[in-house]
């Protein structure tokens, strides 16, 4: 997609959404990096359930390496691979204490050197935490990007490059948390909603869904048992 229909894009995004916020609850950039890191392969919902709990007992590297494995996995298990990320939390805090003196770098190399912490997470914390125009690609981020022609790549990273480059310097802030709720909410991986989608005209998608789809009636009647 050419840099004045990306900007139509956003543009129309940001008229309906002006400030976007990621729905994670975190209190510091400390309690946003666990949170994201939790967030791996399991949902902001059931994250969020299980880290206000969490958090009331362990929202420092040094109060969460107290609590420790077995007191972290109590917290986590409804989460998506919880023993893993029980040992990550341990490991991080661990680093963060001897490595940074107890606080979260704003740097993205020493980022993706704490256990449990790749590219995408590291951009959400700069990017929210810090206020760094960086891009996370998640697999809403990922789809929209390659189903719309925005900005599409065989991987996150491509996909993240090419987005930098055809997203114009005033939307980048935001520019992540406006394409993870489009796909979120609108353009859904199974059944986008084609028919109230504010870029269906700049959007290159082949098999756009334009209605909606039919209701049962109200004075159907309702099936067999």
């Given amino acids: 997609m050419k840099k004045a229909q990306a900007a139509e894009l956003y543009l129309r995004l940001a008229e309906l959404n002006p400030e976007p ?20 392969q399991a949902t902001d919902v059931s994250v969020n359930i299980a880290t206000r709990q969490l958090f009331k007992v362990a929202d420092t590297p040094e109060t969460m390496l107290a609590l420790g494995d077995q007191g972290i996995r109590e917290h986590i298990t409804t989460i ?13 805090a661990t ?8 606080e979260v770098p704003a740097d ?6 704490l256990a449990g912490v790749g590219r ?43 987005l930098a480059k055809v997203t114009p310097a005033e939307y980048l802030l935001h520019a992540h948390h406006w394409l993870i709720l489009h796909g979120r909410y609108i353009c859904k991986a199974r059944a986008p909603e084609c028919w109230r989608c504010p870029i269906v005209e700049l959007c290159r998608y082949r098999d756009k869904r334009l209605v909606p789809p039919k209701s049962r009636s109200a004075g159907s009647a309702a099936p067999a048992p």
């Fill in 21 to 40: 916020k990621g729905e994670l609850e975190w209190t510091s950039p400390y309690t946003l990096l666990v949170a994201v890191a939790l967030s791996a």
């Fill in 80 to 92: 998506g691979l919880f023993n893993t990320k029980a040992k990550n939390l341990v490991m991080m």
């Fill in 95 to 102: 680093q963060l204490i001897e490595r940074h003196g107890g």
């Fill in 108 to 113: 993205r190399d020493a980022l993706e050197q």
């Fill in 120 to 162: 995408k997470t590291a951009n959400v914390v700069l990017n929210i935490a810090f206020g760094m125009p960086t891009i996370a690609v998640d697999t809403h981020v990922f789809r929209v990007a390659n189903r719309t022609g925005l900005a599409p790549g065989k991987t996150p990273l491509d996909v993240e490059r090419k």
